[in-house]
């Protein structure tokens, strides 16, 4: 038997969240092979072959792929799985599209954001928002899982490539159109991936202060924003940046959380991250709970002191 | 057209839950139950499509115990024409949700179903997608917008990194996110007519679907807390802690 990651990409580079899946698929000790989906993407079935301990890669390439609908990629995947005991992803958008219609057409039960893998088919989880971890047992002949990518380390780069393995690809289905994207432009780093994370509130007030105060820290330490789902809700900031249960989930070195009340859905996008650092002016927000540094001060006083004071 | 409306009962999500004393699952006991969030905005978009003409039927459906009718009045009142509760005492499963669902369409016939993302009690994300995969409908998750256009409908989904633009041919299933709308408040007087509405009650061993569960839960525990932290009085001795102590480079 085998394990199979699907890999994620955006047309030019693999993410970094399907290395740490491949660590994560090295608990079973089995061959991995790495599925990457598209079209024309050579480039980047070549960087899954690098990936240290990646047997093969499975490179499915074809126009109606480009996309990586759900319904065409699920397909495929189930198309082989019964080759494999675990189908393993990074949890992420991407992801939770794809893979439960992929468990379906096999007839076997997901598990998703796994936090821990304790054997061959048990794994912890969390439910109710984090406020829970549960531990799970599936009996089912092929698992299907996503990982908490942030508990697992990136697996390095080999000098060794793995075989490239041209697959077949199911034809299309012509039920799904893809119509447009938009991707949010920005000069800084990705959020799921950043060292330093900088999250605003709603006590931030509008959309321009949000960015006339967060902006110039996030530049003089290099990092991301993020922001609650209250903020987003409010129109201060884009839905993709929303950090929480129903958004991403960070686990950065260090994460400052400004005019942030602490929510249990907030706290459980961020609360694996190494450093937190916290400025309310509510000395009783909940935030501060989770902050191992927390700063009692108006944020339209704070920030900018902090900013003047980084170098 | 015709909406079918997935809505599951679920701990209110204001409520943290606890754990029982052995560990065996979460202690929901006289705790206060309501629909889960996102399969209300699920029925206030059927609702509005309604509203607009563009549907004729909104048909909501839940899975589990008579408690169920709750949630079911619940979408009565905010205006769905007809419930149906598929009765079990099982816990039910997201594959066997979908498999149940799957028999509810086939009888239903709706050009489009619509559910809530995720529930907020067991945050797995899956009901929408497996319930596609098994009536082989194409799928739109994590929807922000929707419009019908003709035979197709046009979603806008929340992706990592900004949304993406889809057109699906109908029938089709459409998962809803927290900003498709904002659900309109339940009115007391039609919660009262709600009550005197009948809700359709199916067995749900007469749909024949293998609703066996696949997984099994060994236990439920805390989640590891983070260690206490201190305040501190001032920016200056914030970044001398995060300097000194943790080692950042500021």
Redesign the interface.
Known sequence: MKTLILAEHNGTEINQSTYQAVTAAQFWNLPIEVLVAGSNVNAIAQQAASIAGVSRVIHADAEHLS?Q???DT?KLIAAAGQEYKVIVAAH???S??????????L???????VLEIKADN?YVR???????????????AVQVLTIHSSNYPAAAQSEHKAEIYLAGVPSP????????????QSDRP?L?SARVVISGGRSLGSAESFEQVLSPLAAK?GAALGAT?AA??AGFAP??IQVG??G?VVAP??YIAIGVSGA?QHTYGM?DSK???AINQD?DAPI??????????DLFE?VP??TA??? | MKILVAVKRV?DYNI??R?KPDGSD?DIDGVKMSVNPFDENAIEEALRLKEKGMATEVVAVSFGTAANQDVLRHALAMGADRAILVDSDAAL???AV?KLLKSIVSREQPDIVLLG??A???????????????LD??????A?ALTVNGN?I?VT?????????????LP?VVTA???LNEPRFVKLPNLMLARKKTIETINSTALGADTAP??????????PA???????????E??D??RTH?G???
């Open positions: 996309h609908l759900a319904e699920a992420s958008s991407f939770r599209n794809i893979l439960p219609r992929a468990a379906a057409l007839d076997v039960a997901m598990v998703s954001d048990t969390s439910i109710y928002a984090g406020n829970v971890y549960t531990e799970i047992q599936s009996t089912d289905q012509h039920k799904t159109r893809w119509v447009s994207e938009t991707r949010s990705a799921g330490l789902r987003v809700d839905n993709d249960q129903t991403v070195e260090l249990v609360r450093i937190v650092v000395p501060f709970q989770v902050a191992d540094y927390g700063l009692v001060a704070a002191a902090l004071a980084v170098q | 701990v943290k839950v754990i979460v499963q997201p594959l979908a993302k995720q907020i009690d067991d945050d797995a994300g899956q009901t929408g997608q497996m319930l596609a995969a098994l409908y194409p799928q739109a998750t994590f922000s197709e046009v989904r929340e992706v990592d990194g900004g949304t993406e633009t889809l057109a699906l041919n089709a996110d927290l900003r696949r997984i099994k839960q060994i236990k439920v525990t805390e989640p983070r260690k206490a932290g201190i305040k501190v009085g001032s920016v200056t914030l970044l802690r995060l943790e950042i480079q500021l």
